[in-house]
């Protein structure tokens, strides 16, 4: 069984089809790629997933689950966490701040304790929380407002926020983006090292490098629909996928 | 002479910080409420039927009042914190008028040693005597009102370090990617509602007694803008911002005679150059972090 299960999925903003009847099916443990030229519906099916959007029609299962229409927080409950292509943090808060409440979210939340669930959560989740700072190499910016930590520590932010929630399955919207090669090295790494722990990915990305190198399957998206779906060696040379970057190679498609 | 002034004027920033902590916490939760007044009537008059009419020790009363208001405050969350902003603010001053309209009809009163007690419509509310019965003197009273809102505020400062209050910030910051956090934004905002009902419901059963006199049109709109204002001025990134706000409207401007005419003009003046240069008040969310910093730096350099 497919850990994620879209069934003709399906948004329409107006007369705009973002996606359209996208069917796809998502193993446990795979990092599956979703790419496609700008404006053709990948965020729009991140959004659609964590229920952030309505669904026009079509279904969204996870782990056998029907979550389609789902409430957000239901979402993440379930087990499942994303990022935003446009990074979207705390600002007001600290680093520490904006890991703990992620952190709370799944673990002292459903504490007994009136103190633990409300107020200063246990010691064991500000456990938690110093090593996901010491894993996203943040820990020295633990009291920093996250308004103030530079791009590439919000990103990194951002995916240990995710983390923290413990989900089961990673939805990463673009989290290259502006990214040096380095820093995209940095990533592969990371996603590597996620997966070996046996989380599920789904990988909406630009960088080809990176997509091409880290995913195990690939979905091309254009106009809201399915165009390919295959291994990245596959998807590469594809008529219909090149097309759709404009003639280019898919190598050549940027942000 | 003038001692009582003093205490009168102090007592009135206490019971006036109560309602400026209320419109604050709301907007820490990023709601504009035009209508915490109505919380302060509802109590002001909860807490004057107990004590006066229904014969309840003070301090009875004055939790009374507070537990009416929070209850009031649910009746309003429950179907309009699903509004988003200006939705919202509308609905908040709606409910506080139609509230102030109620009491201006609402009448109820009993017969206590041969004399009427109890609100009488637009006439008011007289002989909410319990303070000067039981020989409370102005000052015993202010300390009382200090005492209340030593305590409110100390709850506040737990707040703002704990679990909750970083959910209340964040939802004020941006509710969606709150809710993707896991968190049910509607079941908090209703919490943060309830919370700033009852905190200013302290404060108006406070003043009911301190006046022995409510009247409907005290309630009116401006007494919630005021609140507003003062979370604005004094800064949304610290409890204590509000204070400043209130210390600001009434320690200095209502005490500088000189200025006594121009009050609200000089008032509304301070209010509109701030949120032009410091949208979120003197004591923002940047400002307390590097005071924090500064105070950490100052530990550390202690030890
Ligand atoms: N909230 C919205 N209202 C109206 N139209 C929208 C909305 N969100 C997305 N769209 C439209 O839906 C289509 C798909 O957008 P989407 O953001 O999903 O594309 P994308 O594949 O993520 O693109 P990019 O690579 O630029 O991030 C676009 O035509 C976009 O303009
Ligand atoms: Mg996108």
Known sequence: MPILELTTLTKHFGGVHAVDELDLAVEEGEIFGLIGPNGSGKSTTVNLICGVVSVTAGRVAFEGRDITGSAPHRVLAAGVARTFQNIRLFGHLTVWQNLWVAQNSVEDRRSENFAKRWFFGSGATRDAVDQQLEFAGLAGKRNELAANLAFGEQRRLELARALATKPRLLLLDEPAAGMNLEEVHALDGRLRALQQAGMTIVLVEHVMELVMGVTDRIAVLNFGRKIAEGLPAAIQEDPAVQQAYLGGGVETAHA | ?303
């Open chain 2, 1 to 303: 002479m003038d001692d009582i002034y003093l205490i009168t004027i102090l007592s009135n920033i206490g019971m006036i910080s109560f309602i400026a902590l209320s419109a604050y916490l709301l907007l820490v939760v990023g709601e504009i409420s035009f209508g915490q007044q109505a919380f302060f009537a509802v109590s002001a008059y909860g807490s004057g039927i107990a004590t006066a009419m229904w014969g309840w020790p003070i301090w009875l009363g004055l939790l009374w009042g507070a537990l009416v208001a929070g209850a009031a405050a649910l009746v309003v969350a429950i179907p309009t914190v699903r509004l988003r902003g200006l939705y919202f603010s509308v609905a908040t001053l709606a409910f506080a008028e139609m509230v102030r309209l109620i009491f201006e009809i609402f009448t109820y009163q009993v017969e206590i040693d041969g004399e009427l007690v109890g609100p009488d419509g637009s006439d008011g509310f007289r002989d909410i005597r319990a303070i000067y019965d039981s020989n409370v003197s102005a000052f015993e009273y202010m300390l009382i009102i200090y005492g209340l809102l030593a305590v409110v505020l100390i709850g506040f400062l737990i707040l703002e370090r704990s679990r909750l209050g970083a959910i209340f910030r964040m939802i004020g910051e941006d509710p969606m990617l709150t809710e993707m956090q896991g968190l049910n934004v509607t079941k908090y905002k209703i919490l943060a509602v309830v919370m700033a009902g009852i905190v200013a419901g302290i404060g108006g059963a406070l003043y009911a007694h301190l006046a022995t006199y409510v009247e409907p049109k005290i309630f009116n709109v401006m007494l919630g803008v005021h609140a507003l204002a003062y979370g604005l001025i004094g800064g949304l990134g610290t409890a204590f911002g509000p204070l400043i706000g209130v210390a600001i409207d009434i320690g200095l401007l209502e005490s500088i005679r000189a200025i006594s005419g121009y009050r609200m003009i000089v008032f509304g003046g301070l209010v509109a150059v701030l949120l032009i240069v410091r949208p979120r008040g003197l004591l923002d969310e940047a400002a307390m972090h590097w005071l924090r910093g500064r105070w950490r730096g100052l530990i550390r350099a202690e030890n």
